[in-house]
């Protein structure tokens, strides 16, 4: 009898373990990667060489004049027929002379986050146009409301480690309203660090302006910058983009920190081989790290060299592909090999649902992604429809996978004390399992994630309790957090003061 009560006693102790939220993280953003190496070390030489010899012979057109002084005080040569050529030495420079890591600032200090290195972690981006409506299951045209939903969502999503606007205001036409309301949507409804884009350049000094009123003064923004800038300054083939570059030299004289995003396409503006469209890709992200060196030596510059994939039977473009899967994880590895910090994109899923297709497309290539060590893989959180999308459900769900994705990057500690010998030989010679053990009670919340979206009961208990799928399951969750988040992170004063000097629509 006292044997029975004991194992009864035991059970009520696992069920309120279960009931508690874990005392011990077992899988937290910033894991290492790198054990997946698509890519051996001859091959690294090989596309970097032929990265290094695209600029040096071909080079770079449409290169503003500005620009263009800069490049050539630095070292580029012009060729005399409208290219600048970038010889390996400048190139190597400007490899070596990066920022190697930096960090990214929260409005929230505990919320920061060091880029480069090996450590990994998920994020947004995007530039999503529809949203799949919480209320009815439809894609309609995205709006102010849902990217402040959006933002607020994922305020309390853990492991999104930075936000980008994942989604555009479709409802504000004016260029220069839009950029004022979407860097206002992100400091009223987070403190994590944020990222967001530049129609043009001129629009980045009004919003510094916005951003030192949140940071406390004149001159605070810059001082510790919590916002950064998505760029495309090259536009595939081996062009740069004048407004952007205008852009890049705006973000560096107000200290913004930046992606320098490539986002080439396989087979259109990019060799469809997969050896060749890296080379390429490789040599655009690196023309885009020689600008920031010739406008001002190692600036914080994430090396985001985004590789796309399309369909070549149709155009369309293939974001949940096995292609996608290892351009992006080979991408990261280049990018950690030249000890660079790393930008990829993973987890747009082709999928306008979320089903099988959504869930097998994001588990793939964002698990490729982060064991090849990208340290900040974007698109990760809430995209759909090959980025055409963004959805709140996907958002909750993506959050849920990210943390098993963690834990496999985790691994395995080998130690005395887990290898449990002690632990085997008590269960052998004692009751003959390990349920209720000492060990298994240490194991139990510092080695295992407990998901809280993904149903592990048996057929018959998921049926009684009403067979709710996935996106049933993340659609409760969304609405409970939009119901019960209302963030206010600016003060009264701040948010009068923005008001008064911007159109808050």
């Known amino acids: 009898m006292a044997g029975r009560s ?26 290492i990667g790198g054990t997946y190496k698509p890519l051996t070390e001859a091959e690294l030489e090989k596309i970097y060489e032929t990265a290094l010899d695209l600029l040096d012979r071909l080079g ?46 929260g409005r929230d200090d505990s919320r920061s986050i060091e880029v480069g290195g090996n450590r990994v972690y998920f994020g947004t981006g995007g530039a999503a146009v529809q949203t799949l409506d919480l209320d009815n299951g439809r894609y309609r045209p995205s709006t102010l409301e849902d990217l402040h939903n959006f933002t607020r969502l994922q305020d309390k999503l853990a492991n999104v480690s930075w936000y980008t606007r994942c989604c ?9 309203d839009l950029d004022v309301n979407t860097a206002y949507a992100l400091l009223k409804n987070t403190t994590k660090p944020t990222a967001t884009a530049f129609t043009i350049a001129d629009h980045v000094a009004p919003i510094v302006e916005m951003l030192d009123i949140a940071a406390g003064g004149a001159g605070a923004f810059a001082k510790r910058p919590f916002l950064k800038a998505h760029i495309s300054p090259v536009i595939s083939p081996m062009r740069y983009g004048e407004d952007a570059v205008d852009v890049v030299h705006e973000c560096i004289r107000h200290n913004i920190p930046m992606s320098c995003i490539t986002a080439a396409q396989a087979g259109a503006t990019a060799p469809a081989t997969l050896a060749g469209f890296l080379a390429q890709s490789l040599a655009e992200t690196l023309a885009s790290l020689v600008m920031v060196h010739a406008i001002q030596p190692g600036f914080p510059m994430v090396f985001s060299n985004w590789p796309l994939v399309i369909d070549l039977r149709t155009g369309a473009l293939s974001g949940g592909s096995g292609e996608t899967a290892v351009l992006n994880a080979a991408s990261a ?9 790393s930008g990829v994109a993973c987890s747009m899923t082709d999928a306008k649902a979320i089903d099988a297709q959504y869930g097998m497309e994001k588990g793939l290539t964002s698990m490729a992604a982060a064991l090849a060590g990208g340290n900040l893989i974007y698109e990760s959180s809430g995209m759909t429809a090959s980025l055409l999308g963004a959805s709140f459900e996907a958002f909750v769900l993506d959050d849920e996978m990210h943390s098993h994705t963690y834990r496999a990057l985790r691994g395995i500690e080998v130690s005395e004390e887990n290898l449990g010998f002690e632990a085997i030989c008590d269960a052998v010679l004692g009751e003959g399992h390990f349920l209720g053990s000492s060990h298994t ?7 295992y994630f407990y998901p809280t979206l993904a149903d592990r009961a048996e057929p018959r208990s998921w049926a009684e309790s009403g067979g709710a799928d996935a996106w049933e399951m993340a659609r409760v969750r969304a609405n409970e957090i939009l119901r019960d988040h209302q963030p206010e992170y600016l003060s009264n004063e701040q948010d009068r003061a923005i008001r008064k000097n911007f159109k808050i629509i």
């Open 6 to 31: 004991s194992k009864r006693g035991g059970r009520r102790e696992r069920l309120a373990l279960r009931a508690n939220p874990p005392a011990y993280d077992p899988c937290p953003p910033g894991q």
């Open 60 to 105: 770079m057109e449409e290169v503003p004049d500005r620009l263009r002084k800069d490049l050539l005080t630095v070292g580029a040569k012009d060729n005399g027929e409208g290219r600048i050529l970038f010889p390996p030495s400048l190139v190597e420079a400007a490899v070596d002379q990066a920022a190697k890591t930096f960090i990214l600032h």
């Open 168 to 176: 555009i205001a479709t409802d504000v036409p004016d260029n220069f």
């Open 333 to 341: 590895q280049l990018s950690n090999w030249l000890g660079l910090p």
């Open 441 to 447: 009670y240490a194991a139990m919340e510092r080695d």
